[in-house]
Nanobody, 117 residues
């Protein structure tokens, strides 16, 4: 699966962005989907996860209450709605798809998010 992220950009503190991650026409139905981010000079960190079917979500404490992960009803796209953005949210955001039962683990190329006044 080739994952492609989009929606990054430059915003001011307090503004919102919505990231998208698609599987280039391949259904993501069987994959647990996650977002990670990596700031300059730091390790990649977990941000949010949504289970197969969308019934369960999990968030890092740093984004809980501000970010929302979701899957579209046709399971071709996963979103990350980011609200009340802060400068410390600036990073490259990566999409991850995992299907543990078959050993599948895919990453996108990342999309840059910069929060600055």
């Amino acid at each position: 699966v080739q994952l492609v992220e989009s929606g990054g950009g430059l915003v001011q503190p307090g503004e919102s962005l919505k990231l998208s991650c698609g599987g280039s026409g391949v259904t993501l139905k069987w994959y647990d989907m996650s977002w990670y981010r990596q700031a300059r000079g730091k390790e990649r960190e977990f941000i949010a996860e949504v289970s197969v079917g969308g019934g369960s979500t999990k968030y890092a404490d740093s984004v809980k209450g501000r970010f929302i992960i979701s899957r579209d009803k046709d399971d071709y796209t996963v979103y990350l709605q980011m609200n009340n953005l802060k400068p410390e949210d600036s990073a490259v955001y990566y999409c991850n798809a995992q299907w543990l039962q078959v050993g599948a683990d895919f990453w996108g190329q990342g999309t840059q998010v910069t929060v600055s006044s």
